[in-house]
């Protein structure tokens, strides 16, 4: 393991075919199945679980000439933005040591972020991407719900849950995803947004510290920023926590009945919230999602993308005896587009003016859209170095 705990198992593999990927070392989130070793879900349960074939997109990057060299640490069963609820211990942040690193992909942000590897991949329900990546001060791509395939990925919650690539800069973020959905098309080429939408009413309880930052990133844009109000989007969070808690509830309930004792007791209390949740509430939960992303992309009409700040708050130091409280913190600027059907970058901009901790936006385009944010991200990239600053904990 590296100082941060990030890496679960180093992974030997045969040398993999040439391809637009060739010489990029990528780590894979542990509840992504890898074959010729455990794929664990950082939890006890699963120790010795070996899966028979590669998911998918490992099976894509592999074949593209990427080199999957590590398993990555998460929170366990990928529940929780912390990422102390892990079989394999505690991840931590290479900028902090003191800190989390975000989650529930905090090992592939950490390990991205330390050097470890290049490119890793992460899962991404309520923010499990955008958040560590942001934490990390890397680029994290929640995608397209659906654009890529999660065939060997241990689910969470069909609804919301994707996959996607994290690295230092946006161009190698932006080449996975070619490869991970199987497009073949160009990569675009930068370009500053016009009209960048401001979704005000999530903006409320924003640390000053974090939001001066965004401010600056905001000026370096240089666009025309436009005020957006979206109706029912504080509720975005309720909606996800009933669709994600009610699936976990289901898809451990077996374990739930035979041995609680087994989770990590703050997994054990996220799983078990879902336990009383109604079909009806389900279900009612399930129409509040599609109504909710209709008034969003209505929203996006005239403007180019939204941006939101990624984590409300300075990265938080870590308490195992406030997760709870944290997460949900934490995810509260998240979840909103979680519930969208278009992709999210996370993107570092800066640090904090009291910590010199990472803090990152989130650009949000429509649906099928992530060369807008391709395009945004590599434009900010070019006048900012944000992205190729090193933390102390490095490979």
């Known amino acids: 393991m590296d100082g941060t705990n990030s890496v679960i198992r180093r992974v030997d593999r045969p040398a993999p ?22 794929t664990t879900c950082g939890s006890a ?38 990422n102390q609820n892990s079989a394999a211990g505690p991840c931590r942040n290479p900028w902090d040591l003191s800190r989390i690193p975000g989650g529930s992909s905090g090992g592939s942000g950490a390990a991205v972020a330390a050097g470890l590897v290049d490119l890793a991949l992460g899962t991404d329900t309520g923010g499990s991407i955008r958040l560590p990546a ?31 690539p994290l690295a230092r800069d946006v161009s190698l973020v932006a080449r996975a995803q070619r490869v991970l959905t199987g497009s073949v098309s160009a ?74 004792e087994r989770f ?19 279900a009612g939960a399930v129409q509040a999602r599609r ?12 403007v180019d993308l939204f941006l939101t700040p990624t984590l409300p708050v300075d990265v938080p130091r870590a308490d195992p005896d406030d997760v709870l409280r944290v997460s949900r913190r934490l995810g509260s600027l998240t979840y909103p587009w979680s519930l969208h059907a278009g992709p999210t970058l996370a993107l570092p901009v800066g640090s904090h003016p009291v910590s010199g901790m990472p803090v ?10 992530e060369d807008v ?18 933390p102390p904990v490095t490979a």
């Open 17 to 38: 075919p040439a391809g637009p990927l060739s010489g990029v070392r990528v780590g894979v989130k542990d509840n992504v199945d890898v074959s010729g070793g455990p």
């Open 45 to 82: 349960f699963f120790a010795s679980r070996v899966p028979a074939a590669d998911a998918e997109v490992v099976r894509r990057l592999s074949d593209a000439g990427a080199a999957v060299v590590a398993t990555l640490n998460l929170s366990e069963f990928a529940v929780g933005v912390t």
């Open 134 to 164: 942001s934490a990390c001060g890397v680029v994290g791509l929640r995608p397209t719900h659906g654009s890529i395939p999660l065939d060997g990925v241990f689910p969470v919650c069909d609804d919301v849950d994707t996959v996607g």
């Open 187 to 260: 990569l675009p080429q930068p370009a500053a947004p016009r009209r960048i939408g401001i979704p005000v009413q999530l903006l409320h309880d924003v640390d000053p510290g974090v939001q001066a930052v965004v401010d600056a990133a905001l000026a370096v844009f240089g666009a025309e920023v436009v005020p957006v109000e979206v109706e029912g989007l504080l509720a975005a969070q309720d909606i996800v926590y009933t669709l994600v808690h009610a699936d976990l509830a289901r898809i451990h309930r077996d374990r739930l009945a035979s041995e609680p």
């Open 264 to 282: 990590h007791p703050d997994s054990l209390v996220r799983i078990g919230l879902g336990r009383d949740i109604t079909a009806e509430q389900r």
């Open 291 to 302: 109504e909710l992303q209709s008034r969003i992309s209505a929203a996006m009409d005239g």
């Open 360 to 369: 990152g936006v989130q650009l949000t385009a429509p649906e099928d859209a």
């Open 373 to 390: 944010l391709f395009a945004a991200g590599l434009w900010f990239q070019q006048q900012t170095d944000h992205h190729t600053r090193r």
